[in-house]
């Protein structure tokens, strides 16, 4: 099975790179830039910077010069993860060729315990282990074997998965009962043993990953803190908290244990930590860390657009949280909020050409940054205003990188009565349900037109079902069924046809995308008395060089009460323009305001931001 997570049981089965692919629309040219651009440009910068070159180094057993950030095996690995679901989706001979180098290169450093890193233990080096805080280790190993699932899974047992289950061995020697029972400064092996159990059978790495998750809250990290979720239980939390894509990656690895061993209190835990992150602590784009001090999320309600963090990662690590709490549950809102992370937090934090990248991705863009060096990797901190093609820490673009090789399997599901479509992407789905084919092909150019059409390419008779997600914000849906019957369908739930499908039958889906006014909960002080603009499922956002004489974004107010328009393929909104100035920003309730200069202001894509040059940028615009 060509995917990268596969529970027991559940109530869909999720397809595999095999039976799903993505034929055109923006996640077919993600996908494709994805392969032609990203990955390499992703292999140029690890070579350059030398931090595949610390593998070599490493292997000589002499001491070395080190490049690269505690973490920074992490992101080879992830690269590799990405290239084995991109071989597994193409079959490319130059990138198998390419796996194969990096693979040696790899192997050559591991120790004959299954011990493999290239920051500790060396030497020279501080011992193995001995900064479990903030040494990362046990997460770069978490990637490098979700890296080897993912090579398993479309190409069998090599070298690779070789060294990745001697990777998994050592972990549960060391830290298994009885050896070091204490946890990583950041999740992400938890999430990677569950699913090596998952995909060779071995139970040993499940309950590793057990222990893992039950250690935290035991405060064996020095200063044990929310920042690392080991302040309490996993299953004593009520809310996402701390480090967001630690949260998220631990809350993911949570779902997988519970699941795997039936643990229903646990399972309930994180999905009640999920909702009321959702319902307190996520931006209007899906984007979660909800400011940047700590990468964090913050208190409830504390969403500054400004100061929004909503790193890439963490929109890599909701969609993984998502996806299980999905195909456990069989709930479709976890798939709206697939969608609402995939185009407003994964799709813009590469830019169209692949080969730069945001790392925090906040609402509201100050400044009108000018782009950073091309050939200089940008410090994290400054991520904001431009996509810069690396950092520091550049956790985000190997990251996106091995997702957007993976998309296509968060389009749809199966079960014994059949297909569910969760996103819209042309694509052709073709696998078994109750083991009969039954194959669809979807065309449609969502969401810049919000009509789906589902033609059925293989059925043997049975009665199937076909079901299309109806997002939360499609009101006023309705589906035709292949009697060319249209009905409506309630928002925020599935459009089901039921039918003994002949292959030519059709299916059309309606959902209007037209541009909606969304105002904030007045809980948030942040955004109170603005309001934004969404268009489907897409977040729009203003930005200066839209603006009469690229005015600054703070110079705009708009008018809410009117509807805004779509034109051209363009939306406005009616606004007015202000040019202020004076000595004290405050006065009285009476003081005469100056009114600005009307004006219709187009809005883009936030996804689409930061691509025409240095501009000032807002989500959220006050109203007039
Ligand atoms: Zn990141």
Same mark, same amino acid.
């Given at each position: 099975?060509?995917?990268?997570?596969?529970?027991?049981?559940?109530?869909?089965?999720?397809?595999?790179?095999?039976?799903?692919?993505?034929?055109?629309?923006?996640?077919?040219?993600?996908?494709?830039?994805?392969?032609?651009?990203?990955?390499?440009?992703?292999?140029?910068?690890?070579?350059?910077?030398?931090?595949?070159?610390?593998?070599?180094?490493?292997?000589?057993?002499?001491?070395?010069?080190?490049?690269?950030?505690?973490?920074?095996?992490?992101?080879?690995?992830?690269?590799?993860?990405?290239?084995?679901?991109?071989?597994?989706?193409?079959?490319?001979?130059?990138?198998?060729?390419?796996?194969?180098?990096?693979?040696?290169?790899?192997?050559?450093?591991?120790?004959?315990?299954?011990?493999?890193?290239?920051?500790?233990?060396?030497?020279?080096?501080?011992?193995? #282990?001995?900064?479990?805080?903030?040494?990362?280790?046990?997460?770069?190993?978490?990637?490098?074997?979700?890296?080897?699932?993912?090579?398993?899974?479309?190409?069998?047992?090599?070298?690779?998965?070789?060294?990745?289950?001697?990777?998994?061995?050592?972990?549960?020697?060391?830290?298994?009962?009885?050896?070091?029972?204490?946890?990583?400064?950041?999740?992400?092996?938890?999430?990677?043993?569950?699913?090596?159990?998952?995909?060779?059978?071995?139970?040993? #790495?499940?309950?590793?990953?057990?222990?893992?998750?039950?250690?935290?809250?035991?405060?064996?990290?020095?200063?044990?803190?929310?920042?690392?979720?080991?302040?309490?239980?996993?299953?004593?939390?009520?809310?996402?908290?701390?480090?967001?894509?630690?949260?998220?990656?631990?809350?993911?690895?949570?779902?997988?244990?519970?699941?795997?061993?039936?643990?229903?209190?646990?399972?309930?835990?994180?999905?009640?930590?999920?909702?009321?992150?959702?319902?307190?602590?996520?931006?209007?784009?899906?984007?979660?860390?909800?400011? #940047?001090?700590?990468?964090?999320?913050?208190?409830?309600?504390?969403?500054?657009?400004?100061?929004?963090?909503?790193?890439?990662?963490?929109?890599?690590?909701?969609?993984?949280?998502?996806?299980?709490?999905?195909?456990?549950?069989?709930?479709?809102?976890?798939?709206?909020?697939?969608?609402?992370?995939?185009?407003?937090?994964?799709?813009?934090?590469?830019?169209?050409?692949?080969?730069?990248?945001?790392?925090?991705?906040?609402?509201?863009?100050?400044?009108?940054?000018?782009?950073?060096?091309?050939?200089?990797?940008?410090?994290?901190?400054?991520?904001?205003?431009?996509?810069?093609?690396?950092?520091?820490?550049?956790?985000?673009?190997?990251?996106?990188?091995?997702?957007?090789?993976?998309?296509?399997?968060?389009?749809?599901?199966?079960?014994?009565?059949?297909?569910?479509?969760?996103?819209?992407?042309?694509?052709?789905?073709?696998?078994?349900?109750?083991?009969?084919?039954?194959?669809?092909?979807?065309?449609?150019?969502?969401?810049?037109?919000?009509?789906?059409?589902?033609?059925?390419?293989?059925?043997?008779?049975?009665?199937?079902?076909?079901?299309?997600?109806?997002?939360?914000?499609?009101?006023?849906?309705?589906?035709?069924?292949?009697?060319?019957?249209?009905?409506?369908?309630?928002?925020?739930?599935?459009?089901?046809?039921?039918?003994?499908?002949?292959?030519?039958?059709?299916?059309?889906?309606?959902?209007?995308?037209?541009?909606?006014?969304?105002?904030?909960?007045?809980?948030?002080?942040?955004?109170?008395?603005?309001?934004?603009?969404?268009?489907?499922?897409?977040?729009?956002?203003?930005?200066?060089?839209?603006?009469?004489?690229?005015?600054?974004?703070?110079?705009?107010?708009?008018?809410?009460?009117?509807?805004?328009?779509?034109?051209?393929?363009?939306?406005?909104?009616?606004?007015?323009?202000?040019?202020?100035?004076?000595?004290?920003?405050?006065?009285?309730?009476?003081?005469?305001?100056?009114?600005?200069?009307?004006?219709?202001?187009?809005?883009?894509?936030?996804?689409?931001?930061?691509?025409?040059?240095?501009?000032?940028?807002?989500?959220?615009?006050?109203?007039?």
């Amino acid at each position: 099975m060509r995917t990268p997570v596969h529970p027991s049981g559940g109530a869909l089965r999720p397809l595999g790179l095999d039976e799903v692919r993505i034929t055109g629309g923006y996640w077919g040219r993600r996908q494709q830039t994805n392969a032609d651009a990203t990955i390499g440009h992703c292999l140029h910068w690890l070579e350059k910077l030398g931090w595949i070159a610390n593998f070599d180094r490493a292997a000589t057993g002499a001491p070395f010069e080190r490049a690269g950030r505690e973490f920074s095996d992490s992101e080879i690995y992830k690269l590799a993860e990405a290239m084995a679901w991109e071989i597994g989706r193409t079959g490319s001979p130059e990138l198998e060729a390419e796996f194969a180098r990096l693979t040696e290169r790899i192997a050559a450093a591991q120790e004959d315990d299954g011990y493999l890193n290239t920051m500790f233990g060396h030497p020279g080096q501080a011992p193995r #282990y001995s900064d479990l805080e903030w040494g990362h280790e046990l997460y770069c190993y978490g990637h490098l074997i979700q890296a080897g699932v993912a090579r398993l899974r479309t190409r069998g047992e090599d070298a690779f998965t070789a060294l990745a289950r001697r990777v998994a061995d050592h972990v549960c020697d060391a830290f298994g009962a009885g050896g070091i029972e204490r946890i990583c400064g950041h999740p992400e092996i938890e999430v990677a043993l569950a699913e090596l159990a998952r995909a060779t059978g071995e139970t040993r #790495y499940l309950e590793q990953a057990r222990l893992f998750i039950e250690r935290h809250g035991g405060r064996t990290l020095a200063d044990a803190g929310e920042y690392y979720q080991d302040d309490m239980p996993v299953r004593a939390a009520e809310v996402l908290r701390g480090h967001a894509v630690r949260a998220l990656y631990l809350s993911s690895g949570a779902i997988d244990v519970a699941v795997e061993t039936g643990d229903e209190e646990l399972f309930e835990a994180v999905r009640r930590q999920w909702h009321r992150a959702l319902a307190r602590r996520t931006h209007l784009t899906g984007g979660m860390g909800s400011q #940047y001090q700590d990468e964090a999320f913050g208190r409830d309600f504390a969403l500054p657009p400004d100061r929004a963090y909503s790193e890439s990662c963490a929109g890599v690590a909701a969609v993984m949280t998502a996806w299980r709490l999905l195909l456990q549950t069989g709930d479709a809102a976890y798939a709206d909020m697939i969608e609402r992370v995939s185009w407003n937090v994964l799709a813009g934090a590469a830019a169209p050409d692949g080969t730069s990248f945001f790392y925090a991705n906040p609402l509201h863009q100050r400044t009108a940054d000018p782009d950073p060096a091309p050939d200089r990797e940008l410090p994290h901190v400054q991520g904001g205003g431009r996509r810069a093609p690396w950092y520091d820490v550049s956790c985000c673009p190997t990251n996106l990188a091995r997702t957007f090789a993976q998309y296509a399997i968060y389009l749809a599901t199966a079960d014994r009565q059949g297909i569910q479509i969760h996103q819209f992407a042309p694509c052709t789905i073709d696998t078994e349900v109750d083991g009969e084919r039954f194959a669809l092909a979807v065309a449609t150019s969502y969401p810049d037109d919000g009509t789906v059409v589902v033609r059925v390419e293989a059925n043997q008779g049975s009665e199937r079902t076909v079901s299309l997600r109806v997002p939360v914000w499609a009101e006023g849906a309705t589906v035709t069924g292949p009697d060319g019957e249209t009905r409506p369908v309630a928002a925020g739930r599935a459009a089901s046809v039921t039918a003994a499908f002949a292959p030519g039958d059709e299916i059309r889906l309606h959902l209007p995308v037209e541009p909606r006014w969304t105002m904030p909960d007045p809980r948030i002080d942040a955004v109170r008395g603005c309001a934004a603009v969404e268009r489907g499922p897409v977040v729009l956002c203003a930005e200066s060089v839209d603006l009469p004489g690229e005015a600054d974004v703070a110079e705009l107010t708009v008018d809410a009460a009117a509807l805004p328009i779509e034109r051209d393929g363009s939306v406005y909104v009616a606004a007015q323009v202000h040019d202020r100035d004076g000595d004290w920003p405050y006065g009285s309730p009476t003081a005469p305001d100056d009114e600005g200069k009307s004006a219709e202001v187009a809005l883009v894509p936030f996804h689409r931001r930061a691509t025409r040059g240095p501009a000032s940028m807002r989500v959220w615009l006050p109203q007039s």
